[in-house]
């Protein structure tokens, strides 16, 4: 059973505003990972982290920005929130200290609406 | 490079029908593994099973059920009796032993079972 949460789970908003998606695990992973949803399904990578201080962007050019400041805490922001970001956005952490141990859980996911 | 395929974007079920949703990967390595994710319409995505590329057993549980072939490159999921629950978008995933744990999804399969 995978511990990880997603703050808000709703959130909708209008153009320009900054938003911070919360993203946190209690499982002591030292991998996370965000994902963006298209309402099509398919899920992109936009963001990982393998640690304190490390991030990295994923296949999918986001203007979002990360920080991995504490090992359970992984929050996405947008400075300047746009329709086009209208999302659903997952976040996911794995163990990553064997193969076995990498398998991600994922949280309950963001519903982003940019009005 | 990775690619896993799902072909069938949608599909419909009565209830207690059996029904398989296929995954197609490719990659050139020799060691990698493959993945099943189940996520409702609530958002989540729920961890459903892990294979390793050189475990080629079936695996069943309850009324899951999942065919390896390597010899093809897929890795179907079966489920017996559907139920009405068993209703959500169902994901394969591909990750290899030196991607940094990265995953490769497919574009995912919704299953509508009805009563």
């Known amino acids: 059973e995978a511990d990880i949460y997603q703050t808000p789970r709703y959130l909708v908003i209008g153009t320009g505003k900054k938003i911070t998606l919360e993203c946190s695990q209690t499982?002591?992973?030292?991998?996370m990972y965000w994902y963006q949803q298209d309402p099509g399904m398919e899920l992109h990578l936009i963001h990982y982290?393998?640690?304190?201080?490390?991030?990295e962007k994923g296949d999918l050019s986001s203007e979002s920005t990360v920080s991995r400041i504490r090992t359970e805490h992984f929050p996405l922001t947008l400075e300047s929130a746009r329709p086009s970001h209208t999302s659903q956005y997952l976040c996911?952490?794995?163990?990553?200290?064997?193969?076995?141990?990498?398998?991600?859980?994922f949280g309950p996911g963001t519903r982003l609406l940019v009005l | 490079a990775q690619k896993v395929t799902q072909a069938q974007t949608e599909i419909s079920v009565v209830e207690k029908e059996d029904v398989t949703l296929d995954c197609v990967y490719e990659?050139?390595?020799?060691?990698?593994?493959l993945f099943w994710y189940k996520q409702p319409p609530s958002g989540e995505l729920v961890f459903l099973i892990r294979?390793?590329?050189?475990?080629?057993q079936n695996e069943i549980s309850g009324r899951y059920s999942w065919n390896f072939q390597k010899s093809t490159s897929s890795f179907n999921f079966t489920i017996t009796a559907s139920q009405v629950v068993d209703s959500a978008v169902y994901f394969c995933?591909?990750?290899?032993?030196?991607?940094?744990?990265?995953?490769?999804f497919g574009g995912g399969t919704r299953l509508m079972v009805k009563p």
């Open positions: 990659t050139r390595d020799t060691t990698y593994y």
């Open positions: 996911a952490s794995s163990a990553g200290t064997s193969p076995v141990a990498e398998t991600q859980y």
């Open positions: 499982m002591g992973h030292d991998k």
């Open positions: 995933a591909l990750r290899n032993n030196n991607a940094g744990n990265m995953l490769t």
């Open positions: 982290s393998y640690g304190v201080n490390s991030t």
């Open positions: 294979r390793n590329s050189f475990d080629e």
